[in-house]
């Protein structure tokens, strides 16, 4: 069986090695920030593998997988981390805990020899998608061994009903790939997280990743048809079915479960006819609390805009182009059988009332002869910033920077917006001496939004983990405090493990746990993920 090389991925930063940015790009960062923060920032140079020094790998591969399975310092060094462990470490060089093999099985036969081989030998199997987790979720665990299972080589579109509109897709396929096969056959899934060319749908449907449209289906919940996973204990395998009353759901048990039940071959995933007609507005709001009473308003008339949007006056600034005093609102709709203009008249007229200012020039329609909407002004500038991810250029830079979202009811938005403020700027003035702070609402519902903060300030002296660590905790305490989830769509991994354990109910654990002890008899499958055994 053919080994099919696919792009290189870069194992010190988001995306392929051909991405990879430029020192001097990293030096002019580190001048920006230096004069922003008001400290000197250095880019440390960029790592090469060639360089690297990885313990020996402690696992002896047997011939059953010895033609997929790999040792090398790239393959373990790319496996090292999640996207949200890479900095600093990666670029410094640091690789204390590399898996110690990576199998990238060609075929389901492949994949139960792997799991076999981990089961019997009590290997920690980790499954891995993209890498791109943000929460510790594919970082190795600290094992006697660990084998990391990369599922790129199961890539493929492998049969479409177009009757029923689903496709059956391999776990593997990232996310370019997998529109680049549905295209010519005039679909799309229609689920763009914004980590999109680096994860896969494997990764999608194990974290519950939600997708970059706003309201009705965005999460990866609402296309799952059926999902087929292996297991140390067999094969799991749900029938196909638009839906159903029969007990509880087996598809739902599998999504988010992280990898700790199983390891996800393929899934049966709803599709649908390509947008042909599409309409956007930018609104403007001297109020940030008017801008949400807005979203608000328009998600419980239910007219479902693909992107319902608001920027925070900071947000705005940084990334739209605007001059700081207002918030943005970002409507959208868009939709393969119906023109859009009424929709969008409609949801502006809510705006309106809500208090927002909209220019002639800020509504754009698409009447479907391929008229561009949304990439000029304010919400072209915020589109370009939102797809292009700079980690490689800020990696390694001593920034004490990251994100965390939630969401929570209307009643209790406002008060949870203010008590994460509160918290995360007197940790930020603490620990860096000042800092940002933004938010955006990157889904709304109509009972509440699901709110997405941005922070950074300087790295000082000492440690650069525990400095971080105390910027997260002080945003994780306060939303749990506020009766936020710990996550609305990054996942638990281990880096929300805490907060997670105290906001599931004990009982429902000890479900998962029995759950995790008939699929996973001898734990292997990411252990520490979701629940301790």
């Known amino acids: 069986m053919t080994y099919s090389a696919k792009p290189k991925r870069s194992f010190w930063t988001w995306g392929l090695q051909s991405d990879e940015p430029t020192q001097a790009q990293r030096a002019a960062r580190a001048r920006e920030l230096s004069q922003r923060f008001g400290t000197e920032i250095v880019a440390p140079p960029i790592p090469s593998v060639d360089e690297l020094t990885l313990r020996p790998p402690r696992v002896e591969i047997p011939d059953s997988v010895s033609d997929f399975c790999f040792t090398d310092v790239y393959e373990r060094a790319l496996h090292s981390y999640s996207a949200n462990d890479r900095e600093p470490a990666a670029v410094l060089g640091r690789f204390p805990n590399p898996p110690d093999a990576v199998a990238h099985p060609r075929s389901e036969t492949e994949l139960e020899r792997v799991l076999e081989w981990c089961d019997a030998r009590r290997y920690a199997a980790m499954p891995f998608g993209g890498g791109s987790s943000v929460v510790g979720g594919v970082t190795p665990p600290q094992a006697d061994g660990v084998v990391t299972i990369d599922m790129d080589q199961l890539d493929s579109v492998l049969e479409i009903d177009e009757t029923s509109r689903a496709a059956r897709i391999q776990a593997g396929t990232f996310g370019p790939h997998l529109e680049d096969q549905l295209r010519p056959h005039g679909y799309t899934l229609r689920h763009f997280p914004q980590s999109f060319s680096g994860s896969t749908l494997g990764g999608w449907i ?10 009705n289906h965005t999460h990866i919940d609402e296309f ?5 996973m292996i297991t140390p204990s067999g094969w799991w395998e749900s029938r196909r079915l638009p839906g159903g009353g029969a007990g509880p759901d087996p598809n739902r ?11 996800i071959s393929e899934a049966w995933m709803r599709i ?11 609104v403007t709001f001297t109020s940030w609390e008017h801008s ?16 319902l949007r608001i920027l925070d006056p900071q947000l705005a600034r940084d990334s739209a182009g605007m001059d700081g005093s207002r918030a943005l609102l970002i409507i959208g709709f868009e939709s393969a059988e119906l023109p859009q203009d009424w929709n969008i008249e409609a949801a502006a007229h809510i705006a309106r009332a809500a208090g927002g200012k909209i220019g002639d020039d800020q509504i754009a329609v698409d009447d479907g002869s391929g008229s561009p909407t949304g990439r000029g002004g304010a919400v072209g500038a915020w589109r370009n910033a939102f797809i292009s991810i700079d980690d490689g250029i800020t990696a ?13 009811t209307w009643d209790r938005w406002p008060a949870l917006d203010e008590h994460v403020r509160d918290s995360v700027k007197r940790a930020l003035n603490e620990v860096c001496g000042g800092g940002s702070l933004n938010c955006r609402f990157t889904h709304v519902y109509p009972d509440g939004p699901a709110p997405y903060y941005t922070y950074a300030g300087a790295y000082r002296s000492g440690s650069y983990t525990d400095q971080q660590a105390a910027v997260k905790k002080a945003a994780s305490d306060a939303i749990i405090e506020a009766g936020g989830t710990i996550t609305h769509h990054h996942a638990v991994g281990r880096l929300h493990r805490p907060w997670y354990d105290r906001e599931r109910p004990d009982l429902f654990a000890d479900a998962l746990r029995a759950a995790k002890k008939a699929l996973d008899p001898n734990g292997i499958l990411n252990p520490g993920a979701l629940v301790d055994v």
């Open 206 to 215: 194990a974290t519950r990743s939600g997708g970059h449209y706003a309201t």
């Open 396 to 408: 390694g830079l001593g920034l004490v920077k990251g994100t965390f979202e939630t969401a929570i």
């Open 272 to 282: 649908q006819a390509r947008p042909k007609y599409r309409a956007t507005a930018a």
């Open 292 to 307: 949400y009473e807005a979203a608000r308003r328009i998600a419980q008339a239910k007219q479902w805009p693909a992107n």
């Open 224 to 228: 799952v048809e059926s999902v087929r």
């Open 253 to 263: 048990l599998v999504i988010g479960s992280e990898g700790i039940l199983g390891i």
